[in-house]
């Protein structure tokens, strides 16, 4: 699963992919070039279990980022190219007002960016829609297949939703249709997270739902504390409880539709990823194979359970551990211990 960062120049996408992966990007790389980069997820369920459980070590879950070319007139598209391979769109736009940074339209307007940004990706589905509904249209003297006449149907729905100016993630598409279009890479299929690089001062300010305000200048301060406890002090001292960072590593995961189950033991206490509405041997098998493999069962504990009986003895000795079987859809936050058998 990965998420594009996607925006005009100077909207900051560069600065956010560098503090979310740590990957340092050359302001000169090569035109076109997307570059790949790991976000740990600061996830505090994370924090929580390794205070409790004291392991060697803790593992974070993981977002998956693309720094895709800056949104320009370019034949190539390279920036549709790069974002047509991900799975989420997180659109940065610009909505700090330092002078000192160009605007490739000469002002600060992030209403008007991001209503650009929009159209040019409607506008990408649209016409691939209609280069294949021509392509269809042609082919079909010679009789159609029963797979073309479902493309040509949903594909006929597409340009409706297109041309009433909704995406197609809008569209009323059922699975089957969209299965159908998966390989055409259309764009507006895909979720959205608006990001709105802004001023310091418009922190808090409203933005549309769903959508995030951070300020990647802000965000390079909070990176720069070492310090964990520092480092909320300041949050807390500029009126906010997490970074913006971890804010949009949040969304993301949720807007691709993940959540995390936990493991805990002496070794590790870690998080592993999963689509919600996963079966417990689905999770089984993120741990390994094996264990989906010779799934018995899975002992349950969910993770608020464990802060307040305060230790994994505590909540058993509650009768708090669940045992469940395979048809058990896992939750959000469980702590997981798979039976398995080889
Ligand atoms: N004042 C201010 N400047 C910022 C902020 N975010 C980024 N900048 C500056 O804006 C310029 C553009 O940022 P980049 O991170 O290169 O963003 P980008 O151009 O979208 O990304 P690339 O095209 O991939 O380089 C740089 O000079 C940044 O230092 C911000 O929140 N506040
Ligand atoms: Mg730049």
């Given at each position: ?125 649209m016409e691939m829609v209609e280069k294949r509904l021509t392509r ?58 608006v990001v709105y690089n802004v001023d310091e001062s418009d922190l ?139």
């Open positions: 699963m990965k998420i594009a960062l996607l925006g005009y120049p100077q909207a900051g996408k560069r600065t956010l992919f560098t503090l979310l992966t740590g990957r340092k990007v050359p302001e000169g790389r090569k035109p076109g070039e997307a570059v790949e980069g790991v976000a740990f997820i600061r996830d505090p369920r994370v924090d929580r279990l390794d205070e409790i459980c004291r392991p060697q070590r803790k593992v974070y879950a993981e977002n998956h980022f693309v720094l895709c070319p800056d949104i320009v007139e370019d034949p190539s598209r390279a920036w549709l190219e790069a974002a047509r391979k991900c799975d989420l769109l997180c659109i940065v736009v610009r909505s700090f007002s330092s002078g000192d940074v160009y605007h490739p339209l000469g002002s600060v307007n992030a209403a008007r960016d991001l209503d650009n940004i929009r159209s040019e990706l409607m506008f990408a589905d269809i249209g042609r082919e079909k003297r010679a009789g159609q297949s029963p797979e073309q006449a479902n493309e040509e149907k949903a594909l006929t729905k597409c340009m409706a939703a297109l041309e009433a100016n909704r995406r197609l993630s809008e569209a009323d598409l059922n699975s089957r249709e969209i299965a159908v279009l998966r390989s055409l890479g259309l764009v507006t299929l895909l979720p959205e997270l808090s300010r409203d933005f549309a739902p769903g959508t995030l305000a951070v300020s990647a200048k802000i965000e390079a301060e909070i990176m720069a504390i070492e310090n964990p406890s520092e480092r909320t002090e300041y949050l807390k001292s500029i009126g906010l409880s997490s970074s913006g960072l971890d804010r949009m590593n949040a969304a993301a995961y949720a807007a691709l539709g993940l959540m995390s189950f936990y493991t805990i033991g002496k070794d590790e206490v870690r998080a592993w990823t999963i689509r919600k509405g996963s079966l417990a041997p689905t999770a089984a098998g993120k741990v390994h194979t094996d264990i989906e493999r010779g799934f018995i069962r899975v002992e349950i504990i969910k993770y608020d359970d464990l802060i307040a009986a305060g230790s994994e003895q505590a909540v058993k000795a509650q009768g708090r551990m669940q045992l469940k079987g395979k048809d058990y859809t896992i939750e959000d936050g469980d702590i997981c211990h798979f039976l398995f058998n080889v």
